[in-house]
């Protein structure tokens, strides 16, 4: 890497840490509802309300094991899964695992995964929709809509949004 390459991502590195940045991870084909969340990811990240977002696309299921060309889509799950853990919420559903047994007899954990799911990062994970506490779910929607209606700031107790993220 150049040093003008190694600049320009400690630039971007430093303007991540200070605004908010979503990832939008969906099903194919990129239809319906979740063209409407890119389509108001776009609009926050136009007028500033979020730094920025990407959209991944995975597939509907995926084997978990260590020779799964999905490693990627499992580790995200885990990190996902862990931050849940850690706030007392769940992601199952929509995430969901199940032992799948072949025609030959032999068997594979899989996971499914959601059509639809966002992760916020505002200096690390702070949050992943859809998510359940004990009483509510949080859809997609439900947290953007808090989002913007704690104007652009990421929803936390000390704001008073109804909406599970977390302070790293």
Request: hydrophobic share 35%.
């Amino acid at each position: 890497m150049s040093e003008t390459q190694t600049k320009m991502a400690e630039t971007e590195l430093e303007g991540e840490s200070e605004a908010v940045r979503m990832v939008l991870w969906t099903r194919r084909p990129v239809c319906g509802p979740r063209t409407d969340v890119i389509d108001r990811l776009s609009s926050m990240r136009a007028d500033g309300t979020i730094g920025s977002f990407t959209v991944e696309t995975w597939p509907d299921e995926v084997a978990i094991s260590e020779h799964t060309e999905h490693a990627r889509v499992v580790e995200v799950y885990k990190e996902y899964l862990l931050w849940a853990e850690e706030h007392n919420l769940s992601i199952t559903p929509p995430f969901e695992r199940r032992t799948a047994t072949s025609l030959v007899g032999g068997t594979e954990d899989v996971l499914t995964v959601p059509i639809m799911c966002l992760a916020v990062y505002d200096n690390g994970l702070s949050g992943v929709y859809p998510c359940t506490s004990e009483h509510r779910t949080w859809s997609v929607t439900d947290y953007l809509d808090a989002y913007e209606r704690a104007g652009g700031r990421p929803a936390t107790a000390e704001n008073e949004v109804e909406s599970p993220v977390y302070e790293s």
